[in-house]
C-alpha cells in the first residue's frame, strides 16, 4: 500500500515574503534648512557662510529683526536623506557647531 504525504501548515501562520532588490528601496528625500549661526555684523555672517561654501555647503545670510537689533543668520540648505544630513553636521563641527537649529524639512 503507497503511503500518503500530507503538508500542514500552522494555523495563522503565513509563508514568509521575499523582497526583490531590497537594496533598492530609497529613503524618503527632504529639503532642509538649518540655522548655522547668527552674528550681528554682517561682514562677520558673510565670511563665516563664504567659509561653508568653501567647504562644500549650500549657505547664504539673512537679515532678521529681533526686538531692535538686526541679526544676520548664516543658514545652510541641503537636499537629501536623513542619513545625507551627517556630512552637513560634520563640517559645521569643524567651526564649533554641534547642534545646527533646523529651520525647515519638507518632503519631496
Same mark, same amino acid.
Given at each position: 500500500?503507497?503511503?500518503?504525504?500530507?503538508? *500542514?501548515?500552522?494555523?495563522?501562520?503565513?509563508?514568509?515574503?521575499?523582497? /526583490?532588490?531590497? &537594496? #533598492?528601496?530609497?529613503?524618503?528625500? !527632504?529639503?532642509y534648512? !538649518?540655522?548655522? &549661526?547668527? @552674528?550681528? /555684523?554682517?561682514?562677520?555672517?558673510?565670511? @563665516?557662510? /563664504? +567659509?561653508?561654501?568653501?567647504?562644500? %555647503?549650500?549657505?547664504?545670510? #539673512?537679515? =532678521?529683526?529681533?526686538?531692535?537689533?538686526?541679526? !544676520?543668520?548664516? @543658514?545652510?540648505?541641503?537636499?537629501?536623506?536623513?542619513?545625507? *544630513?551627517?556630512?552637513?553636521?560634520?563640517? %559645521?563641527? +569643524? !567651526? =564649533?557647531? +554641534?547642534?545646527?537649529?533646523? +529651520?525647515s524639512?519638507? &518632503?519631496?
Amino acid at each position: 500500500m503507497p503511503k500518503k504525504t500530507v503538508e *500542514t501548515q500552522q494555523p495563522g501562520s503565513e509563508p514568509p515574503v521575499e523582497i /526583490d532588490n531590497p &537594496a #533598492e528601496v530609497e529613503m524618503p528625500k !527632504y529639503n532642509y534648512i !538649518y540655522q548655522a &549661526a547668527s @552674528f550681528g /555684523d554682517n561682514a562677520r555672517a558673510q565670511s @563665516f557662510a /563664504d +567659509k561653508l561654501v568653501a567647504n562644500g %555647503l549650500n549657505s547664504y545670510v #539673512e537679515a =532678521g529683526k529681533s526686538g531692535t537689533r538686526t541679526w !544676520y543668520r548664516v @543658514f545652510v540648505r541641503h537636499t537629501g536623506t536623513p542619513d545625507s *544630513t551627517d556630512a552637513i553636521k560634520k563640517v %559645521l563641527t +569643524k !567651526y =564649533g557647531i +554641534k547642534k545646527p537649529l533646523l +529651520k525647515s524639512k519638507q &518632503a519631496i
